[in-house]
């Protein structure tokens, strides 16, 4: 499988692999890689993507491109931190350009993300945390099975465990 390839897909989104080569391109500043949508990248970007493109061996341990799939614009990223510990818990973290939030793209988003991770080999909870007060975010958590842990400000934690409902999205390969 190649980095362009779609790993998951919904009706308006898909997650596609970064790639090695891509995210060091990225981090470099070269857009020319990818289609990227008005605001994308996003403020946290290269904060996100800087670990693929230092440490990544091969394109599968890169997280994901969101793209559009009507245009192919890539309007967010996406990934886990470093796959399950042993107990099999994983956190995941998001992030779409501004013009793409409020359109209900973040919930779809968090729900392929989720259904791709909860698919993983020893993976029993999937985490999450989200600053208070960023209300969006834990809407879209909220609205794929997720259930505030905790409350440690500045961030809510959330968790949804595997097995505990159906995944929120149809995993299309990988």
């Excluded at 890169?62 to 042993?86: H, I, M, R």
């Amino acid at each position: 499988m190649t980095a362009a390839e779609p790993v998951a897909a919904s009706a308006r989104l898909r997650l596609e692999r970064v790639g090695v080569d891509r995210a060091r391109r990225v981090v470099a500043g070269d857009l020319s890689v990818v289609d990227a949508a008005p605001g994308w990248p996003h403020d946290d970007t290269f904060d996100a993507l800087r670990p693929d493109a230092e440490h990544a061996r091969s394109d599968a341990e890169t997280g994901f491109l969101v793209t559009l799939v009507e245009t192919g614009q890539v309007v967010g990223d996406a990934g886990w931190k470093g796959g399950p510990d042993a107990a099999g818990r994983v956190e995941i973290g998001y992030g779409l350009a501004q013009p793409y939030r409020g359109r209900g793209l973040g919930t779809e988003l968090v729900g392929l993300l989720t259904s791709w991770v909860a698919a993983q080999p020893g993976v029993r909870e999937v985490v999450a945390e989200v600053l208070v007060g960023n209300e969006p975010s834990l809407r879209a958590l909220l609205g794929n099975g997720y259930a505030v842990d905790r409350v440690e400000p500045p961030y809510t934690y959330l968790v949804r465990r595997v097995g505990s409902q159906p995944p929120p999205a149809v995993v299309t390969g990988e």
